[in-house]
């Protein structure tokens, strides 16, 4: 189905869907930028009581396990970072709902990083891996969803046409698979879930696939 956008908003709905667009947009990037400073916390330190290392080299041999899994969370939070600038910079305005799921997908960030604190103390215990997938794919989940809320209802810009909504849509997708795919490895221990992410890279190749078959076609799938 073509999409169609609902009719114009009224000049106060604009100008308060502006305002709240501006404010999500500095709130969101000040809590991306808080949790890549926490993901850095996290990092062993020389100073620990608990450590007696005496180089650095000593101090991530023993740690590499943790080292990765910072470097992953680290890459996956700069990635919706990327992408949520990616779709406030193609909205014109905002709106409740638009904005409070922009909370609620840092919400499950936050939460995400706080099972992955949980991991690192507990040696990879499965359940928290298990709460890593779940946080983590439904933040992608969520943002994919928002994304689509905000074509539906006309908080988009002009200045993209149906094409380029649909290409941001789909690159939304491949790290909310990725995290529901390594849910399962998490009962398979730390470096088996790890690994798991690499499935970042086929999903992103499948779904680039599948809009290029629509793009063929003519035919363009979206929510009511």
Same mark, same amino acid.
């Given at each position: 189905? %073509?999409?169609?956008?609902? *009719?114009?908003? *009224? ?8 305002? +709240? ?6 709130? %969101? ?11 850095? +916390?996290?990092?062993?330190?020389? =100073? =620990? ?21 910072? %470097? ?22 905002? $709106?409740?709902?638009?904005?409070? /799921? ?6 499950? +960030?936050?939460?995400?990083?706080? &099972?992955?604190?949980? =991991? ?7 359940? !928290? +891996?298990?709460?890593?997938? %779940?946080? /983590?794919?439904?933040?992608? &989940?969520?943002?994919? &969803?928002?994304?689509?809320? !905000? ?26 698979? !990725?995290?529901?795919? *390594? /849910?399962?490895?998490? !009962? ?5 879930? *790890?690994?798991? &992410?690499? $499935? ?7 779904l680039k696939l599948v809009r290029k078959k629509y793009e063929n076609n003519g035919v363009e799938k979206t929510d009511d």
């Open positions: 189905m %073509i999409l169609k956008k609902k *009719t114009p908003p *009224t000049k106060a709905e604009v100008e308060r869907g502006v305002g +709240l667009l501006n404010s999500i947009r500095v709130v %969101i990037n000040v809590l991306y930028a808080l949790m890549i400073f926490q993901i850095f +916390l996290m990092l062993p330190r020389p =100073d =620990d009581p608990e450590l007696a290392y005496h180089t650095l080299s000593q101090i991530y041999s023993e740690n590499v396990m943790q080292i990765v899994m910072i %470097i992953v969370g680290l890459i996956l939070i700069l990635m919706y970072w990327i992408q949520f600038n990616t779709q406030l910079g193609n909205l014109v305005r905002s $709106s409740p709902l638009h904005a409070t /799921l922009a909370v609620v997908q840092m919400i499950c +960030l936050m939460i995400y990083l706080y &099972f992955v604190r949980f =991991d690192m103390e507990y040696d990879g215990m499965k359940l !928290a +891996l298990q709460m890593e997938s %779940i946080f /983590l794919a439904a933040a992608g &989940f969520i943002a994919a &969803f928002n994304w689509r809320y !905000a074509r539906n209802n006309g908080l988009t810009s002009d200045q993209i046409d149906d094409n380029e909504e649909l290409n941001i849509f789909y690159k939304i997708l491949p790290e909310p698979m !990725a995290s529901l795919f *390594t /849910l399962p490895f998490a !009962a398979l221990g730390p470096n088996y879930w *790890t690994l798991a &992410f690499l $499935s970042i890279i086929p999903f992103g190749f499948i």
